[in-house]
T-cell receptor, first 113, second 113 residues
Framework: DAKTTQPTSMDCAEGRAANLPCNHS???????VYWYRQIHSQGPQYIIH???NNETNEMASLIITEDRKSSTLILPHATLRDTAVYYC??????????????FGQGTILTVHP | EPEVTQTPSHQVTQMGQEVILRCVPI?????FYWYRQILGQKVEFLVS????????KSEIFDDQFSVERPDGSNFTLKIRSTKLEDSAMYFC???????????FGSGTRLTVV
């Protein structure tokens, strides 16, 4: 699975959009970008994933650049409960490949009142 | 929303004792995983399980560890002779298939004394 690079930490004001970047310059054509978050030692929580098109769900939006070498997770109206560690993970999906997720250090997002 | 359930939430055991951590994955999922997280460190993959056998395991998953799906609903992780360094949060996860995210349980905090 391709390696990802994320900033160590970010701050965001409550009610504002939080934009979390991820660099995955070695991503290959069959690899998806997944985002998870972990709130204070709870189990990681799935947020969103995508291959090349932008994706949106009730939690967030995922913007993937045209060359697929980077992506941004957008939390449109951050709340205090969104304070967490956010992980960007690149891996193959589909076929017989349902193997492990490799977690990095992630980005610590702190939402301030 | 379907959940992955883990019991107990916290277990304290003496060094050298055997422990069994229990998980009930989402009922129609086919792929099952154990991860662990030592306090302050990354989430680490231990083992994946599919079709009643281990499909992948990490270097951490040595002969002291074993997994089982004894009755078609529970998924267990056994540590035969616990060491102090086994103290960690242990997360179970399950996956339904292509296009879905992994669902993690809330974890078991294992403390070896």
């Amino acid at each position: 699975d391709a390696k990802t690079t994320q900033p160590t930490s970010m701050d965001c004001a409550e009610g504002r959009a939080a934009n979390l970047p991820c660099n995955h310059s070695t991503i290959s054509g069959n690899e998806y970008v997944y985002w998870y978050r972990q709130i204070h030692s709870q189990g990681p929580q799935y947020i969103i994933h995508g291959l090349k098109n932008n994706e949106t769900n009730e939690m967030a939006s995922l913007i993937i650049t045209e060359d697929r070498k980077s992506s941004t997770l957008i939390l449109p109206h951050a709340t205090l409960r969104d304070t967490a560690v956010y992980y960007c993970i690149v891996r193959v999906a589909g076929g017989t490949s349902y193997g492990k997720l490799t977690f990095g250090q992630g980005t610590i997002l702190t939402v301030h009142p | 929303e379907p959940e992955v359930t883990q019991t107990p939430s916290h277990q304290v055991t003496q060094m050298g004792q055997e422990v069994i951590l229990r998980c009930v994955p989402i009922s129609n999922h086919l792929y099952f995983y154990w991860y662990r997280q030592i306090l302050g460190q990354k989430v680490e993959f231990l083992v994946s399980f599919y079709n009643n056998e281990i499909s992948e395991k990490s270097e951490i998953f040595d002969d002291q560890f074993s997994v089982e799906r004894p009755d078609g609903s529970n998924f267990t992780l056994k540590i035969r002779s616990t060491k102090l360094e086994d103290s960690a949060m242990y997360f179970c996860a399950s996956l339904g298939g292509l296009g879905y995210g992994y669902t993690f349980g809330s974890g078991t905090r294992l403390t070896v004394v």
